[in-house]
């Protein structure tokens, strides 16, 4: 019997529907710890495909002969030779990952978040595999997407299946963790791309500047986006507030974390500027705004559907990183706390500079692994 | 550096630059040098942890132009 394949789209509609779902990962277990595929009801066992080179008895007494397995590896090539030697050993049920982590680190979920004012709809892309989320405005024939990643023709075809013309692309900071798409998409559409100023001092295009005053229209007047200069995560990090309901913060604020302030260097002087924000700035907003973040770090912040979403209030009495009232100790939790760096973060940032284009391999490489713009304790 | 064979696996995708390694290998003698030329990058990480794990000793790897080049000594 030959081995069958499963796609990513598959594995994503496991996740947000909580299917019971078992993978056998046979990465090295370094990339393993590193990251791995998560969430909803899904467990998962590592064995590097180069110890089963001899045989997979020391893997196979784990998994039961007629249970679903799903062998993972980091492109599709390993895992399709170890999901052959399960299929010659007797397992029933066995699928290999197309396209590997490389291509679960690529897929992108859409998923409704709500219907907007005058008939427009707001949407959130889940990037599962990498923590990424984005936003798509539609309202009236026209398209506003926040935060795209470079996989853009994803966006691209959801635009044409709604039949709506984009008309601008936002990203609310420049990115660190990974490439941004907002500015091919803009020019490939013919729309405006807005970054904030502060945050494009050393790029090497046109943009439009994302700053608080000017409003974006998506449709007929419908639907506004309303920037709010919110810095802490980069100087120029921008909030936006849609339809007066929806805060996206951004990499500010997420559901169980807050923002890093460290990924352009500056640490010891963002600090304040983050503390700024989440303690003053976003406390004035209404406590009933539902905070649309731009990444997720951990699988309990999926929520139904596969969404990342909660009330700004909620967050100000659950979320950890909003309890530290005392400035020297959140300068230290924030400071103390700040995990690895987000891979080849530095090459990511002067490619969203336009300072370097590296080919699509190249950039596929450098997104690899968890985005990890977020402190937590 | 001196090696008592090179085995090229240059083109070739995970899992292959691995099973290679291990086959060559096997046909060498304790303290013997394998060098291994291959360019798929996934191969650097795997083959450092591939020759832990089979009590080998990595003496040195390099990376030149888009070619991994790994010297293993058999335990």
Known sequence: MAVKHITT????RKVVTNEETTILDVRNTD???????????????????????????????????????????????????????????????????????????EHLEPTKIAD?????????????????LSYFIESDGEAAIVDANRMIDVYEKFAEEKGVTIKHTIDTHLHADHISGGRNLAEKAGGTYHLPEKDATEVTYEYSSLEEGNDITVGNTTVKVQPLYSPGHTIGSTSLIID????????????????????????????GDLRNTL????????DDLIVLPAHFSFSSELGEGGQVSARLGELYEKNKGLQVEDEEKFRSMV????????????????????????????QREMEIGPNRCAVHE | MESTKVLDAKGLACPMPIVKT??????????????????????????????????????????????????????
């Open chain 1, 9 to 12: 789209k598959e594995i994503a």
């Open chain 1, 31 to 105: 990339e393993f710890d590193d990251w791995k595929i998560e969430g909803g009801s899904v467990h998962v066992i590592n064995e590097p495909y180069f110890n089963l080179l001899d045989g997979i008895e020391d893997v196979e007494h784990k998994l039961d002969k007629d249970q679903e397995i799903i062998v993972v590896c980091a492109k599709g090539g390993s895992s399709q030779m170890v999901a052959e030697m399960f299929d010659e050993a007797g397992f029933t049920d066995v699928y290999s990952l197309e396209g590997g982590m490389k291509a679960w680190s």
């Open chain 1, 116 to 132: 907007l004012n005058g008939g427009g709809s707001l949407y959130q892309f889940v990037r599962l595999g990498k923590g990424c």
């Open chain 1, 244 to 271: 007066d309901q929806y805060l996206l913060t951004g990499d500010i604020l997420f559901v169980e974390s807050i923002g890093r302030p460290d990924l352009a260097g500056k640490a010891e002087d963002w600090v």
């Open chain 1, 279 to 286: 303690y003053s700035r976003y406390k004035e907003l209404s």
């Open chain 1, 335 to 362: 400071t103390d706390n700040l995990p690895p760096q987000p891979n080849a973060y530095e090459e990511i940032r002067k490619t969203n500079m336009g300072k370097v284009t590296p080919d699509d391999e190249e």
């Open chain 2, 22 to 75: 291990k086959k060559s290998i096997q046909e060498l003698n304790s303290g013997d040098v394998l060098e291994v030329h291959a360019t798929d990058k996934g191969a650097k990480s795997d083959i450092a942890a591939w020759v832990k794990s089979g009590g080998h000793e990595l003496l040195q790897d390099t990376e030149e132009d888009g070619v991994l080049k790994f010297w293993i000594k058999k335990a």
